[in-house]
């Protein structure tokens, strides 16, 4: 039972953790390491080079953290048990298969043509959380429908292309020649148009040369994009979150239903305690010291601990029934109010009148306007400066106005800590928030001064690195904005919306680590299959754009050469390019050229994994969380109805 | 009452429909009329006018029409209830100003500068459905949290646009600079940046200058579209959803309730006619034939009127019960089983034989074997001809292939009809549909051949106007792709799918009624705002693009002429392309260049209101219907959870 909880404790869970992000973060920093400035092909430095053995001996202290990690869960499930369950036998796999490589690669000193353990290592992530396969089992399910979907869609696809190259084939008049020529010019060509109409990626430009001739052309685009992007896609979104919807109930339902049966299990071995040692003279039941005991012992929320132990005081030396023990454990499920420490008192009748002045809240509304204020300010400087050129800029009024706001915040900190003491004043974490923005404000703008001397008419800051302090100084008075999120609770509708997005991050974390396996597996599959393809054009890499004669709308003339995948980062950013959808034609198209045709199916995969699954994933958890807390009552009386 | 039962008449309610449609078209032909053969407006020759006098006769008909069915409605409602229902009052008041508008503009000859009329029109589509009323109420509901997410999206727009420009805001390099000259100039040309990429439509465009100079500039811009376009818009679609969810449940409880009630006063009101005549010897209650004699007056399906009968005949003379009676016309909900009939009975045992061979089920798996034949034949044909010029194309092969598919169809619906009779081949609504194609592919088949001869090595028909006759065979055989849809119902998963497509299209109506008023407005305001602002480039017309001068990615360089306001079927077409949002930040600045900078207003208007809204609704219309076809069970479950 110790290797249990040792197992189980903060440490160790922790540890693992970070050993899992350790790992995967490897990848900015390996052979094509991300550590240049800029991803784009012309102005690249050379990329710095890791020495041969910096990143393997991290990766094989991880490696021997799952190890370790492995065994412990190994013995903890006892041996049958570990035959049957298919998450470790495929752990053990991956481990073998990784520390196999990672000995292939070390001979070799760092030379080997490819890297199979990279693409393993997310699984390391997928394993560790049982949310996250969940989900994945969830997809799994839905999988057969969306193929439904997926099989309409491609018929749909098929029927228009075959209909369009029809349509467009004869030699009548230019327009349709033109739209031959440039959409429909073969079968995967007039595909790869209307897979990407599909995504309205290419709208209004793939049936403009039809169009222009005549209008009824216009028509075959409509109905085209009518039914596959608005009808079926729409549908898919729908089968996903149909699935989807059932299967957080579930895990809501399973989540409750276990607690129960761990409170009633708990019952049941207290009572068998007791009534042992005593024979059970009044019935059976728990004895509340008995209960005492055995909660001063478990780890739990202080607060929470507290509320138990006095509930538990309260009824005095009967031994509890099951229901009544039961009920002691829902106070678990109540929120936790916090109670802020007293103010301190003062005893000069001046001093307390300036405490009441400044402990109200209409002292944090003077303070609301006055930032709203210093907003405005920067605001109407940033629309005055944009037509000036920034060398001419006279920020000596703006360094003065900052100056005076920064004043009165530091001021507003003080007489609250004055008014609500320290420990009053770092309760609320509102005032926590503003405390530090002020400090690091006042802190910033003395080393401003310090750097730049005295604001005086026709001062101006000069500028250098990424930001200069003097732009960091404007850049955090804007974080001001914050402040004004405060008031967003005391509005009923804002209030729904902002406990949901509250709510929806929590629940964001088994998306945002399938997000992140899904990102990782096809940026390593699309670095080693793209990388180094996308060259640099032939000009001296002078800052002068030297696209003239590349044709409007392709990779060359848009200067989209920072999007390749020379490298983790930039490959990351080249798929969250093609997710976002919009003009991945640009992609298919420069790709086919420099790659060859199969690389199309790397990009329609990535796009239906991320941008059609993915994203109705996200739609659907949405959906969910917001219909639960919208009507909570119908989602538990719907609940109730499925537990009886 | 007969005046009632005359206004709810099929032929009434019918001339009342035929006039509102044709009320609404009149907007294609009245005076910029869309009768021309393209919108463009390099190529466009001078449309038609109407003459004065034609399309206002046509008008005042159907105004006529309108008076006296709000006279009708007027005198069947009682002049306390009319004066009540705002419906009604708004109706009262359209009709009048739009007779006002029409008499003046007959006495000013037609050259009236605007006419008030048009844009009231799509009000008389709107007041003639309880669905879209409904509907627009749900929508006013909903709208205070849409709201209030919409202020959500609008701080974030405003602070990341504040953001943006402090950060491009330097002179210290050339991306940051180029970043902030091409999207970031000044405070309107930087929202409206941030606003296009909320929709994603410049994605990468707009943080490519920045991204090249730089990796981290790109995180900016990712943030912006996670949060933007990701978490805010679809809690949109989140919260129209919730709203949209219950009030569609709402509305199919009242019907049921509705229906309930209404078959329960028809069992008081019969079991007090019986009551009154016999003094009820056996109990309350209704005699069967009574109620036979009110069935055979009621207008029912003849399907429906047969069961009911029937089941009331089964009772026999005993008086029914109120839930007997309740459950007799339960049969309503039941669908129809339609049955054939019987197959015409031959004599010789060969006809006989032969009739068991083609009426089998494996003659019809036959057919759609040729079908797919032919389908793969033109596929091949398509594919070989696509790299050929089609001056060189050689259709021998293809027209001889087609002439014997054309017979085999023929021959198998000549075969169908011996074998089942021409009554029992009709009731299959498929065979209708291949009777019909089959006939129509062989009338052109055979004006084909008159025209052209007989197919020989080298033929190939000549082209002539849209499509020529050859075309159209070729088209028409795509039209065999919809013989495969009867398979569908044959695959689990594809059935449910296609169950939701055909309820979605019953729900469809009210939906597709508020887009058609909502382009209908938008098409008339855009009409009067934008029309010829556009103007042809000065170059003399011809085909050459005359384009090299304009800068890429402009509306000029894109040729997107077509989409303009000149007349209501380009405005149409022009407001689908900004529904559909991609590349809609040409238009806006093509308007913005050619009209002022309020044509923005118009812009992002149509996209709040189509896009951001009526898509949602379709959504959520759409989830609605897949999550009750799903499992109606738990659908019903809550429905009589809210009854209770």
């Given at each position: 039972l110790w290797l249990y909880r040792w197992y189980y404790s903060d440490l160790c869970q922790g540890t693992l953790n970070f050993a899992i992000y350790l790992i995967l973060s490897l990848a900015f920093i390996e052979t094509p390491s991300s550590l240049s400035r800029t991803a784009d092909v012309r102005y690249r430095s050379p990329p710095w080079e890791p020495p041969c053995g910096l990143t393997e001996s991290v990766e094989v202290l991880c490696l021997l953290v799952f190890v370790a990690d492995l065994s412990t869960k190994g013995y903890l499930f006892g041996r049958a048990h570990f035959q049957k369950n298919l998450w470790l036998l495929a752990y053990l796999g991956v481990?073998?298969?990784?520390?196999?490589?990672?000995?292939?690669?070390?001979?070799?000193?760092?030379?080997?043509?490819?890297?199979?353990?990279?693409?393993?290592?997310?699984?390391?992530?997928?394993?560790?959380?049982?949310?996250?396969?969940?989900?994945?089992?969830?997809?799994?399910?839905?999988?057969?429908?969306?193929?439904?979907?997926?099989?309409?869609?491609?018929?749909?696809?098929?029927?228009f292309t075959m209909f369009g190259m029809l349509l467009f084939a004869g030699e009548k008049d230019d327009g349709q020649n033109r739209e031959r020529m440039?959409?429909?010019?073969?079968?995967?060509?007039?595909?790869?148009?209307?897979?990407?109409?599909?995504?309205?990626?290419?709208?209004?430009?793939?049936?403009?040369?039809?169009?222009?001739?005549?209008?009824?052309?216009?028509?075959?685009?409509?109905?085209?994009?009518?039914?596959?992007?608005?009808?079926?896609?729409?549908?898919?979104?729908?089968?996903?979150?149909?699935?989807?919807?059932?299967?957080?109930m579930q895990s809501l339902q399973t989540?409750?239903?276990?607690?129960?049966?761990?409170?009633?299990?708990?019952?049941?071995?207290?009572?068998?305690?007791?009534?042992?040692?005593?024979?059970?003279?009044?019935?059976?039941?728990?004895?509340?010291?008995?209960?005492?005991?055995?909660?001063?012992?478990?780890?739990?929320?202080?607060?929470?601990?507290?509320?138990?132990?006095?509930?538990?005081?309260?009824?005095?030396?009967?031994?509890?029934?099951?229901?009544?023990?039961?009920?002691?454990?829902?106070?678990?499920?109540?929120?936790?109010?916090?109670?802020?420490?007293?103010?301190?008192?003062?005893?000069?009748?001046?001093?307390?009148?300036?405490?009441?002045?400044?402990?109200?809240?209409?002292?944090?509304?003077?303070?609301?306007?006055?930032?709203?204020?210093?907003?405005?300010?920067?605001?109407?400087f940033l629309v005055l400066d944009a037509d000036v050129l920034p060398g001419d800029r006279d920020d000596f009024i703006l360094g003065i106005l900052n100056c005076i706001f920064i004043l009165y915040y530091v001021l507003e900190m003080l007489l609250k800590v004055f008014a609500l003491g320290l420990r009053g004043y770092l309760s609320y974490p509102s005032n926590v928030f503003d405390g530090l923005l002020t400090t690091v404000?006042?802190?910033?703008?003395?080393?401003?001064?310090?750097?730049?001397?005295?604001?005086?008419?026709?001062?101006?800051?000069?500028?250098?690195?990424?930001?200069?302090?003097?732009?960091?100084?404007?850049?955090?008075?804007?974080?001001?904005?914050?402040?004004?999120?405060?008031?967003?609770?005391?509005?009923?509708?804002?209030?729904?919306?902002?406990?949901?997005?509250?709510?929806?991050?929590?629940?964001?974390?088994?998306?945002?680590?399938?997000?992140?396996?899904?990102?990782?597996?096809?940026?390593?599959?699309?670095?080693?299959?793209?990388?180094?393809?996308?060259?640099?054009?032939?000009?001296?890499?002078?800052?002068?754009?030297?696209?003239?004669?590349?044709?409007?709308?392709?990779?060359?003339?848009?200067?989209?050469?920072?999007n390749n995948f020379d490298d983790f980062a930039a490959a990351l950013i080249t798929l969250w390019n093609v997710m976002v959808v919009n003009n991945w034609q640009v992609f298919l198209d420069a790709y086919r050229r420099y790659s060859g045709p199969w690389s199309k199916i790397y990009f329609v995969s990535w796009w239906l994994v991320s941008s059609v699954i993915w994203v109705n994933l996200f739609l659907a958890l949405m959906l969910e969380n917001f219909l639960h807390k919208w009507d909570p009552q119908s989602h538990l009386q719907s609940l109730a109805g499925t537990e009886e």
């Open positions: 481990l073998i298969v990784s520390l196999v490589d990672w000995t292939v690669s070390v001979s070799l000193l760092c030379r080997e043509p490819l890297r199979v353990r990279r693409l393993l290592r997310p699984f390391f992530l997928l394993q560790n959380s049982s949310m996250m396969k969940k989900t994945l089992k969830c997809i799994r399910w839905s999988l057969p429908q969306m193929a439904s979907v997926g099989l309409l869609l491609a018929i749909h696809l098929c029927f440039t959409y429909f010019r073969n079968l995967p060509d007039a595909l790869t148009s209307l897979l990407v109409l599909l995504t309205t990626a290419n709208n209004p430009d793939v049936m403009i040369p039809a169009y222009s001739r005549n209008r009824a052309y216009a028509i075959f685009f409509i109905v085209f994009t009518l039914i596959g992007s608005l009808f079926l896609m729409n549908l898919l979104t729908a089968i996903i979150y149909s699935r989807f919807r059932g299967y957080l989540s409750l239903f276990r607690r129960r049966l761990g409170t009633r299990a708990a019952y049941e071995v207290l009572s068998s305690m007791s009534g042992k040692g005593e024979a059970s003279p009044q019935g059976v039941g728990v004895k509340p010291q008995n209960l005492l005991h055995v909660l001063r012992k478990v780890q739990l929320n202080s607060f929470h601990k507290q509320a138990l132990i006095e509930k538990v005081c309260s009824y005095g030396d009967v031994p509890l029934s099951a229901s009544e023990f039961q009920r002691i454990f829902n106070e678990l499920d109540k929120t936790v109010v916090k109670e802020h420490p007293a103010r301190p008192e003062y005893q000069s009748p001046f001093l307390q009148s300036a405490q009441f002045l400044f402990g109200h809240y209409y002292f944090d509304y003077l303070g609301n306007f006055i930032a709203l204020g210093n907003l405005v300010s920067i605001c109407v404000l006042l802190v910033l703008e003395i080393s401003t001064l310090a750097v730049y001397r005295f604001p005086h008419p026709g001062w101006r800051p000069q500028m250098q690195g990424l930001l200069s302090l003097w732009d960091m100084v404007r850049l955090l008075n804007m974080l001001i904005v914050f402040r004004f999120l405060r008031i967003i609770p005391n509005m009923k509708p804002m209030a729904v919306v902002a406990s949901t997005v509250l709510g929806l991050i929590q629940n964001m974390r088994a998306f945002g680590g399938i997000l992140v396996v899904v990102y990782y597996v096809f940026a390593i599959i699309g670095i080693n299959l793209f990388r180094g393809i996308i060259v640099a054009p032939p000009g001296n890499g002078s800052l002068a754009p030297a696209n003239g004669s590349a044709p409007c709308g392709s990779f060359e003339q848009l200067e989209y050469w920072a």
